[in-house]
């Protein structure tokens, strides 16, 4: 069945940097659009950033543009979110989701706090 695994996640200082992985099985993960989404307590799930299937193209929310990038190994089945120069309002629950059905992975928590 369909596996999304996110790790990565944990307590940073401001300005600090994480880099999540979410490791993908039970699909071919090479023709599938991946995204990062996250959620902050009491607030919407949001999309963070996306990628295309070869990685032609990415797209990113306001408030990470030029601090966050996303990316794949088609190789290994797994997507990245190198998150730098954090703040704390980047704290939150970050989750990936593929194309394939839609489907979510458990989530890891980030916490950005001095």
């Known amino acids: 069945q369909v596996q999304l695994v996110e790790s990565g996640g944990g307590l940073v200082q401001p300005g600090g940097s994480l880099r999540l992985s979410c490791a993908a099985s039970?699909?071919?993960?090479?023709?599938?659009h991946m995204w990062w989404y996250r959620q902050a307590p009491g607030k919407e799930r949001e999309l963070v950033a996306?990628?295309?299937?070869?990685?032609?193209?990415?797209n990113y929310a306001d408030s990470v543009k030029g601090r966050f990038i996303i990316s794949r190994d088609n190789v290994k089945n797994t997507v990245y979110l190198q998150m730098n120069s954090l703040k704390p309002e980047d704290t939150a629950v970050y989750y990936c989701?593929?194309?394939?059905?839609?489907?979510w992975g458990q989530g890891t928590q980030v916490t950005v706090s001095s």
């Open positions: 989701k593929t194309g394939f059905g839609n489907k």
């Open positions: 039970g699909f071919t993960f090479s023709m599938y």
């Open positions: 996306a990628i295309s299937p070869a990685s032609g193209s990415t």
